[in-house]
């Protein structure tokens, strides 16, 4: 429940979901814009997002949604394996309303730990040297998003009680709801239903900590090689396209005269070229492939010249 869009109740128990069917993003977002009476109940959730997301803009939260990329090789032994790339926008309906109720849960569980002093893997991260209004003169959107990206400080995880989370907006949160893809949201999940059944949590603060120094450790080596996987499977899709096609950028920052840092929007993908004379920052440009060559890490844009 919410009092001025805050959690005024919430409870914690065991349960068992059995999803009826299930949506894409693309097919909820749709479904939201159609206003379905058949789908009141996706409605409903979606405007409840929309007052949480107020409501924690209102108490600092940093907007930081861009764009989404995945792609999907169906094949990758074959010479030519087969290529599907998917964009989402996280400021789509659909997003908007998973990414706030998995807060919502986050600060629940949160609260719900720091009140029956269960150790948990509390994150919070500082905002203090962030002044947004400095911003203000950059579009919404992943414009404005990636000037601020830049300049945060990085989450800190305490074991023995919540920290705010500037950046989100709340006093506390755990991650929570990816036990299956996150192991320390399964760790958490261990945590919780101990105490649910009346037992002493398996793990200190202090071996939690432990566990979690090594967790770190490789998932930022993961990170590394997923972020590597997906730069060379989108150059590969670009090495594939039309030479005459042209794609739409926008302006993310100036690197060096009329270099700038560029935002594919078709490709959610990020690179430099040169753009025309008077670009500024945030306007869209257009730009071609001029080469590339994923095995070599090497991708040339040039910019198109209106005639």
Not at 142 to 153: E, G, I, W, Y
Not at 284 to 306: C, G, M, N, Q, T
């Amino acid at each position: 429940m919410w009092v001025c869009n805050s959690i005024a109740e919430y409870s914690v128990f065991n349960s068992v979901i059995k999803p009826t069917y299930m949506l894409t993003y693309e097919s909820a977002s749709e479904l939201l814009h159609l206003n379905l009476q058949e789908e009141a109940e996706l409605r409903i959730l979606s405007e409840a997002a929309n007052l949480r997301s107020n409501w924690r803009c209102q108490q600092g939260a940093i907007e930081t949604s861009t764009l989404d990329t995945r792609i999907k090789v169906s094949n990758p032994e074959d010479p030519e394996p087969s290529l599907k790339l998917y964009v989402e926008n996280q400021a789509d309906p659909a997003m908007r309303l998973v990414f706030e109720m998995m807060i919502l849960c986050g600060e629940a569980i949160a609260t719900f730990g720091s009140r029956n002093d269960i150790p948990l893997p509390y994150r919070g991260q500082p905002q203090s040297d962030i002044n947004v209004s400095e911003f203000s003169h950059l579009p919404e959107g992943p414009v404005r998003s990636f000037a601020l990206v830049k300049v945060m400080r990085a989450a800190e995880i305490d074991f023995r009680k919540p920290a705010r989370h500037g950046v989100l907006g709340i006093p506390g949160y755990v991650q929570f709801t990816s036990p299956i893809r996150r192991y320390l949201d399964l760790l958490a999940h261990y945590q919780v239903k101990a105490f649910l059944r009346g037992e002493p949590p398996p793990f200190t603060a202090g071996k939690l900590e432990g566990i979690a120094a090594g967790i770190n450790e490789n998932i930022r080596t993961v990170r590394k090689l997923c972020n590597s996987s997906l730069r060379y499977w989108i150059l590969e899709y670009l090495r594939r396209q039309p030479k005459e096609k042209s794609y739409r950028a926008l302006v993310l920052r100036f690197l060096k005269d009329r270099i700038a840092a560029l935002l594919l929007l078709e490709v959610g993908f990020q690179a430099s070229a040169w753009v025309p004379l008077g670009s500024q920052i945030g306007d869209e440009v257009l730009v071609k492939v001029e080469e590339a060559h994923p095995r070599d890490d090497i991708l040339f844009l040039k910019e198109v010249v209106s005639e």
